[in-house]
């Protein structure tokens, strides 16, 4: 069993950056694939934004992110990051913290076991 606790979401104006946090309950962290998931206002499913796999730390990404989001982990601390920079509005979402037990990273919300609560992130025009 993972429980995972998001934080680091806020408001912030258009431009500007976030880091979103997820820590992992559990010794088994390091072995877990992470990714981040968001709802946007008024969507019904949420949309695969970023993963990172345990082995070789390979990463994926949602085009409409890549460039502006980096996903890192740090098996230490049991954390996996989402840092954001050049927010647009359009990134305005819960975001989710989600872990899987596939090896490499997936895009797939059915690929993975585990979901955090959700943090919001508003970006303002």
């Known amino acids: 069993q993972v429980q995972l606790v998001e934080s680091g979401g806020g408001l912030v104006q258009a431009g500007g950056s976030l880091r979103l946090s997820c820590v992992a309950s559990g010794r088994t962290f390091s072995t877990y694939t992470m990714g981040w998931f968001r709802q946007a206002p008024g969507k019904e499913r949420d949309e695969f934004v970023a993963?990172?796999?345990?082995?070789?730390?390979?990463?994926a990404y949602l085009d409409s992110v890549k460039g502006r989001f980096t996903i890192s982990r740090d098996n230490v601390k049991s954390t996996v990051y989402l840092q954001m920079n050049s927010l647009k509005p359009e990134d305005t979402a819960v975001y989710y913290c989600a872990a899987s037990r596939r090896t490499v990273p997936v895009i797939g919300r059915g690929e993975y076991d585990y979901w955090g609560q959700g943090t919001q992130v508003t970006v303002s025009s």
């Open positions: 993963a990172i796999g345990w082995i070789g730390g390979g990463t």
